[in-house]
């Protein structure tokens, strides 16, 4: 069965912190792994990564896979407040329909 | 502009009450899945479809039934609730085969709590 693991599970940083969350995973027949930010209500996506993309770049939010490793990291630069939010990861297999298995998320909160 | 629209988005419900969740979409999208979210679990996959007439079961199926009548609706329905599954509730879609990117689209969520 798929899993997915996030560390850390909750973090707290100053604005203008850097921050780096943790993803890992096992799948058979990987095929994509997805990063969400939820803030009160459904989780909004960030980014896809797969074989053929493995770093993705929007602001000051950047995640990269690694397919030897079996793991992901977002990073996000110069935290602002309203960067406060959980973060989830998934990941999509080979066989499963298209469904995503989600790892535990990280809680991100950003003093000013 | 709906997207995927979900209701009801709040319920108190008493231990072995019934009650049935909709999720509707408007994108005509093939794949249609329930998950819960729970402190600390992230989401957990409930049922899942990938086509009218068509229904599976994630990893937390017990206690849940789903039905896929047409093609825009996924209902979620409890038979008989109880305290365990007091949670949060969300649709998701996403276009079925080669057209679907991975990305999941979802509804608002519904926050179920059972007494």
């Known amino acids: 069965e798929d899993k997915v693991v996030q560390s850390p599970l909750s973090l707290v940083v100053h604005e203008g912190d850097t921050v780096t969350l943790n993803c890992s995973y096992e799948v058979t027949n990987f095929r994509s792994l997805l990063w969400y930010k939820q803030e009160k209500k459904a989780p909004t996506f960030l980014f896809m990564l797969t074989s053929s993309g493995i770093e993705k770049k929007s602001g000051r939010l950047s995640s990269i896979l690694d397919k030897k490793e079996l793991s992901s990291i977002l990073n996000i630069t110069a935290t602002q407040t309203g960067d406060s939010a959980i973060y989830l990861c998934a990941v999509v297999g080979g066989t499963s329909y298209g469904k995503l298995t989600f790892g535990q998320g990280t809680i991100l909160t950003v003093h000013p | 502009n709906a997207g995927v629209t979900q209701t009801p988005k709040f319920r108190v419900l008493k231990t072995g009450q019934s009650m049935t969740l909709l999720c509707a979409q408007d994108?005509?999208?093939?794949?249609m899945y329930w998950y819960r979210q729970d402190p600390g679990m992230g989401l957990r996959l409930i049922h899942y479809?990938?086509?009218?007439?068509?229904?599976a079961k994630g990893e937390v199926p017990d206690g849940y039934n789903v039905s896929r009548l047409k093609k825009q609706n996924f209902l979620l329905g409890l038979e008989s609730a109880a305290p365990s599954q007091t949670s949060v509730y969300f649709c998701a879609s996403r276009p079925g085969g080669s057209r679907g990117t991975g990305e999941l689209f979802f509804g608002e969520g519904s926050r179920l709590t059972v007494l």
């Open positions: 479809s990938v086509g009218e007439g068509t229904t």
């Open positions: 994108m005509n999208h093939e794949y």
